[in-house]
């Protein structure tokens, strides 16, 4: 990457407050907005998430991968295989399932993809992940290009006893943002450990690292095995939440769509990852639901003006808003010396 | 599997091999001497492909189509690295991926708003309509037969251009230090803008070609991109000769893998990258 040092700050206060207000107003928001809008937040926090996972490899580690979304889907069709077709089956033991076989084939994947660098790596995963989309793609028996519906949220019922229930919207909603707050508070403690502090060491100079007597291949290995692991996190929600999963999930579009989401948010620092999400899961949705005016329906063309989107944010402002911020305050603060 | 089953297959595995060096022949000569990666490659396929059918109804003539379209491809590709690509080359892989992600939206947008979203078909040129007789009920269409030759002569043209030409030096020597191939009073820039010409050009001459037997229809460039990459891969980056041996080896694989072992044959290819990577991490012939 082209920045040579290390993420390792503690976030700015400016930024620290911003954050502090967006989690008041995540945790007002189901409150003051309708239903409709309230499961768009909770699909944004389940981006989050995903956009998070991949920033630990993107942003921390320096690796460029162009196939996260076949982690996040082999989660969500784990959930839908372990669903039965009459009834709910419990949260507490398909989550950590399914969670692991993302894992599992991350840490697979991971042993072939890792050994690779720059471009290379690039086009494996990439490669990988449409490997993993036409075997679902392809097999009737694993739902083909139709996918599967999974017609019954995950219960939650311990022993008789059940403390929430995830069929209530609302509840759906703070339990994905506990599981949002959970995962960026484990990942900054991640950031921070030897471990992190290794990987962003990795991204700056790897040779150096291998010199010093790091055993880099393992630390690439585990950190893609546990941006899979979180990756599968967020595909298991939203298999929970939208209650239908198909190939498209693990598609390079939207391999694509969560690099973008780490890119508009800036990287490496987790709190970039959730910014982005929002604001291209909000993007998507303008732009899907732009007027029709005269005969031309502007919505229907979402892709042109994603595509044209993309293309000027990468031409005038490739470190995303944050690195567009930056770049205006130094400018002020040059001016004012 | 009997003799002329058997040779059908073979024929079939090597053109498709040849297909895909058309289009991971650009690939890698993009990245190899520009350093850019070009997910939009596959679009350019789709652009040809398009072009064909398009033209071709037109002008009622599948020849003077491929001819025309392939210089309107070569002209869009210049504009194209003129207008965005030469501002991508020193800069971050990851900017790259993004670009051409974008212009893969935009081109499928743009060939919705103009030619639609339906599938359509080209006719085979009646002189290549025939097919050649192999036992009482099989034949080899003669079509096949000719993308298999028109793409030999472009790969024999490729190899021509860059080992003996004053050109190809000049590509070379750019390819291999751009500084002192400056200094020496080479432009740079105009070779970088042939040599991106030139895979546009022979990405979607691959379009043109296949769009009788394949068809036309929205969304084609993804599919044969992944290949490309996967061809690239086990061949190695920025090599032609690598990309051409990778190409003939993925057709193979791909094609007996369909007829012998169906029920894993998408997995095949990526089985044989998988192994090709751990025997050589950086492909079969790293330049």
């Known amino acids: 990457m082209s920045t040579t040092t290390a993420n390792l700050g503690v976030l700015p206060r400016g930024v620290q407050v911003a954050l502090a207000l967006g989690l008041v107003a995540l945790a007002a928001f189901p409150f003051a907005g309708t239903d409709f809008y309230t499961q768009m937040v909770t699909r944004m926090m389940i981006m989050a998430i995903f956009a998070m996972s991949l920033d630990l490899l993107q942003g921390v580690t320096g690796l460029v991968s162009l196939g996260h979304a076949a982690y996040f889907g082999l989660a969500g069709y784990a959930l839908a295989f372990l669903t039965p077709q009459g009834e709910a089956v419990s949260l507490w033991w398909t989550l950590p399932l399914a969670v692991m076989a993302s894992g599992l084939a991350a840490l697979v994947i991971g042993f072939f993809v890792v050994r690779t660098h720059g471009i290379y790596f690039i086009m494996v995963t990439m490669a990988f992940a449409q490997m993993v989309f036409y075997l679902f793609f392809d097999n009737k028996v694993l739902g083909g290009s139709d996918g599967l519906y999974i017609n019954f949220k995950p219960g939650t019922a311990l022993f008789g006893w059940v403390p929430f229930d995830l069929d209530n919207k609302l509840t759906l909603y703070y339990f994905t943002l506990a599981l949002l707050l959970g995962v960026y508070a484990f990942l900054r403690c991640l950031l921070w450990s030897p471990f992190g502090r290794a990987l962003a060491g990795i991204r700056v100079n790897e040779h150096r690292m291998r010199a010093m007597g790091y055993g880099v291949f393992g630390y690439k290995l585990t950190a893609f095995t546990l941006a899979g692991s979180v990756a599968g996190l967020a595909g298991y929600l939203w298999g929970a939440q939208t209650g239908y999963i198909n190939p498209e999930l693990m598609g390079f579009h939207m391999s694509a769509h969560v690099i973008m989401m780490v890119i508009l948010g800036g990287m490496g620092n987790f709190a970039g990852a959730i910014v982005g999400a929002f604001a291209f899961e909000y993007l998507l949705y303008v732009f899907k639901d732009l007027p029709q005016i005269g005969a031309v329906n502007l919505g229907k063309h979402w892709q042109l003006w994603m595509g044209l989107f993309i293309v000027l944010l990468v031409t005038f402002a490739p470190r995303g808003i944050l690195g567009l911020a930056n770049k205006f305050m130094k400018r002020k603060a040059t001016g004012h010396e | ?287």
């Open chain 2, 1 to 287: 599997m009997d003799l002329a089953n058997f040779l059908i297959q073979l024929l079939n595995s090597v053109q498709y091999g040849l297909l895909l060096f058309m289009l991971a022949a650009g690939l890698t000569l993009i990245f190899g001497i520009m350093g850019v990666v070009n997910l939009a490659h596959g679009s350019f396929y789709m652009l040809g492909a398009y072009l064909a059918w398009s033209l071709s109804t037109q002008f009622g003539s599948l020849t003077l189509a491929i001819l025309v379209g392939a210089v309107l491809a070569i002209v869009f590709g210049l504009a194209l690295e003129w207008l965005l690509f030469r501002h991508f080359y020193k800069r971050d892989h990851l900017d790259q991926v993004l670009l051409t992600f974008g212009l893969i939206y935009i081109f499928e947008e743009l060939r919705s708003i103009i030619w639609g979203d339906d599938v359509h078909g080209v006719t085979i040129p009646d002189a290549l309509g025939a097919s050649i007789p192999l036992t009482d009920n099989l034949s080899y269409p003669v079509y096949r037969l000719f993308m298999s030759g028109v793409c030999v002569l472009l790969a024999i043209g490729l190899y021509l251009l860059i080992s003996k030409t004053r050109l190809g030096m000049k590509i070379r020597a750019g390819a291999f230090n751009r500084d002192m191939a400056e200094a020496l009073g080479i432009n740079i820039k105009l070779i970088h803008a042939v040599v991106f010409a030139l895979g546009v050009g022979l990405a979607s001459v691959a379009g043109m070609i296949a769009a009788p037997i394949a068809s036309v229809y929205p969304n084609m460039g993804s599919q044969v991109l992944i290949m490309c990459f996967v061809v690239v891969v086990i061949g190695g980056i920025g090599s032609v000769r690598g990309a051409l041996i990778a190409a003939l080896l993925v057709g193979l694989v791909d094609t007996f893998g369909k007829v012998l072992l169906p029920s894993i044959a998408g997995m095949l290819v990526y089985m044989l990258m998988a192994a090709v990577l751990l025997w050589k991490p950086e492909g079969l012939f790293k330049q």
